[in-house]
């Protein structure tokens, strides 16, 4: 939980210092990066007044950790935790369990054949977004794995989200 208390920590100061304007904030990453836009959207609902942006994150680590690669699941192991004996934390460190908090509106890319974080994790946000109505903009690439290879799909999702940050932050 330290890292999601350093993206509090490190909003706070931005403000406090004058650099953001609490009423324009938004969050993007990717992987991991896409797993910290989950959890400080699910950690701290009210910070974020202006999106996320979230690039083939992982929001749940027990079927990150049944669907991974192999050699993903055990390195990974070190970096979040050991699921045979660390579930529960792991658990508690999964956005999926906290959607319910989200007031922002998101934008989620994600490759269709990533095989680190599989494509039914973004679905399945979708649905716990849907009754809310709470705004969730899918871009799928389906040439594509974790991350962009193709020059345009980079092109694409770089104009993606900075289209859904200027329509979201003017």
């Known amino acids: 939980m330290d890292g999601v208390r350093d993206i509090k920590a490190t909003t706070d100061h931005l403000i406090s210092a004058g650099i953001a304007d609490p009423k324009r904030l938004g969050i993007m990453g990717g992987s991991y990066g896409g797993y910290m836009v989950m959890a400080g959207v699910t950690e701290y609902p009210d910070m974020f007044a202006a999106h996320g942006a979230n690039l ?20 990974s192991t070190v970096e979040y935790g050991n699921p045979a004996t660390e579930a529960e934390m792991l658990k508690s460190l999964s956005p999926i369990h906290k959607l319910d908090r989200i007031k922002t509106p998101l934008i989620v890319l994600h490759g269709a054949n990533d095989a680190m974080c599989r ?35 980079q092109v694409r999702s770089t104009a993606e989200i900075v289209k859904f940050f200027e329509q979201r932050l003017r």
């Open 56 to 75: 083939f994150g992982v929001v749940n680590f027990d079927t990150f950790f049944k669907n991974t690669q192999p050699w993903m699941a055990a390195i």
């Open 119 to 153: 494509w039914s994790r973004p679905a399945d946000r979708h649905r716990a977004q849907a009754p809310r109505n709470i705004p969730v903009e899918y871009v799928l690439f389906p040439d594509e794995g974790h991350g962009w290879r193709g020059f345009p799909n």
